[in-house]
């Protein structure tokens, strides 16, 4: 494992760069591979029934 020091800037370059040297269904591979990973993120959050007083900011 190798730990790289870099500016968000650099980071983002590189980054980039290492996406465009795929092929384009390299690249789209990888697109739903991105997908498959961020579909075991919650985009709600859980809400637990207790005596707790609660603000729910609902975002429509």
Same mark, same amino acid.
């Given at each position: 494992?190798?730990?790289? &020091?870099?500016?968000?800037?650099?980071?983002?370059?590189?980054?980039?760069?290492? &996406?465009?040297?795929?092929?384009?269904?390299?690249?789209?591979?990888?697109? &739903?591979?991105?997908?498959?990973?961020?579909?075991?993120?919650?985009?709600?959050?859980?809400?637990?029934?207790?005596?707790?007083?609660?603000?729910?900011?609902?975002?429509?």
């Amino acid at each position: 494992m190798e730990i790289n &020091f870099q500016s968000k800037e650099e980071s983002n370059k590189m980054q980039r760069e290492e &996406f465009l040297k795929l092929t384009p269904s390299q690249r789209v591979s990888a697109f &739903f591979d991105l997908l498959y990973k961020l579909r075991k993120y919650p985009t709600h959050p859980k809400l637990e029934k207790n005596n707790n007083f609660l603000i729910v900011i609902k975002d429509d």
